[in-house]
């Protein structure tokens, strides 16, 4: 069922990118092909750890649109598709060249650290803000170093897609009204664990930082 249910949004996307190809006056070229390929093998797991990041039926839910920074995210990216097919139509200029390689190590990096950063969490990852009765607070790996490394992981990737398809409204989109959303997952998230672990989760995010090291 998590593999139709993959399999079937993916579908959705690539439909879309057909869409706008064929709309489109513009042939696509080298970026608009990497990034689809990219962004659709990410997209793939992405959907498939929402499937498999479920906490127990006993455990507690904080914040009911705690999940808002990630439609928001998937909007933007999804605007800047349209955005670069449709040869910029929304009266702003695309934002300047930059190198292919340049959002791609973005791209990478994020999608690398939001994996290992998953992985360090085993069974305690969950897509929704959710704790349960024998919940352990992780500090090792890059938890060490960020309290919260695979929503930069998250940051990294959109950004390195949406830079790689310069569309100019969907990166002021994303910063501003994703990055909000991204501040009141962290919020919710770190309000829930402070009742959870008290002095402990006191202590650890005095030691770390939320999302850049030594500066946030």
Same mark, same amino acid.
């Given at each position: ?84 097919? #449709? ?7 695309? =934002? ?7 959002? $791609? &190590?973005? @791209? +990478? !990096? ?26 352990? #607070? ?7 170093? =960020? ?7 998250? $940051? &990294?990737? @959109? +950004? !390195? ?56």
């Amino acid at each position: 069922m998590m593999w139709k249910q993959a399999l079937i949004i993916l579908g959705l996307f690539e439909a879309l990118f057909l869409l706008l190809t064929t709309i489109s006056d513009r042939i696509p070229d080298a970026i608009m092909l990497t990034a689809n390929v990219a962004f659709a093998s990410w997209l793939f797991m992405e959907v498939m750890r929402v499937r498999l990041g479920h906490a127990p039926t006993n455990s507690t839910t904080h914040g009911i649109l705690s999940r808002s920074f990630l439609v928001i995210s998937f909007i933007s990216v999804i605007l800047a598709f349209v955005d670069r097919g #449709l040869n910029y139509p929304f009266r702003l200029p695309p =934002l300047p060249d930059v190198p292919l390689v340049t959002g $791609l &190590l973005l @791209f +990478t !990096g994020g999608v690398w650290l939001r994996y290992i950063s998953i992985k360090t969490l085993g069974r305690f990852f969950v897509t929704k803000v959710q704790t349960t009765n024998d919940h352990q #607070l992780i500090k090792n790996g890059v938890y060490r170093v =960020l309290r919260h490394p695979s929503y930069t992981g998250l $940051l &990294l990737g @959109f +950004t !390195g897609i949406i830079l790689m398809l310069q569309s100019t409204i969907a990166l002021a989109l994303f910063l501003v009204v994703g990055i909000p959303a991204y501040l009141y997952r962290i919020r919710v998230e770190e309000t829930a664990l402070s009742r959870v672990f008290g002095e402990d989760y006191k202590h650890y995010r005095d030691e770390t930082y939320a999302l850049i090291p030594f500066i946030y």
